[in-house]
Nanobody, 118 residues
Framework: QVQLVESGGGLVQPGGSLRLSCAAT????????MGWYRQAPGKERELVAK???????TYAEFVKGRFTISRDNAKNTVDLQMNSLEPEDTAVYYC????????????WGQGTQVTVSS
């Protein structure tokens, strides 16, 4: 199986930056796309950004130009650089990996809290 471990969340002021990191361990050969989702209180979990093994990226419209996803296949890591953070970005951020055989987002990290507040 696959385990995902996240780090890098915290409290930041509006306009500030944070970098989230996620490392995959276990049978990383099961993984295709890796990415980040978020869930704010009272809202559904939503895609933030994702990257395939060949570094094709997808971003949610609400983060374009502010967030950058980067992936290292050799290290089985995926990072999310978040700039110009807004209070609306406050959420629990989850690392995710899709099973390369099913195409489903089967693997999840434990989540890391990001709070944007003055």
């Amino acid at each position: 199986q696959v385990q995902l471990v996240e780090s890098g969340g915290g409290l930041v002021q509006p306009g500030g930056s944070l970098r989230l990191s996620c490392a995959a361990t276990g049978n990383s050969g099961l993984i295709n796309t890796m990415g980040w989702y978020r869930q704010a209180p009272g809202k559904e979990r939503e895609l933030v950004a994702k990257s395939t093994r060949v570094y094709s990226t997808t971003y949610a419209e609400f983060v374009k130009g502010r967030f950058t996803i980067s992936r290292d296949n050799a290290k089985n890591t995926v990072d999310l650089q978040m700039n110009s953070l807004e209070p609306e970005d406050t959420a629990v951020y989850y690392c995710n990996a899709e099973n390369r055989w099913t195409g489903r987002p089967e693997y999840w990290g434990q989540g890391t809290q990001v709070t944007v507040s003055s």
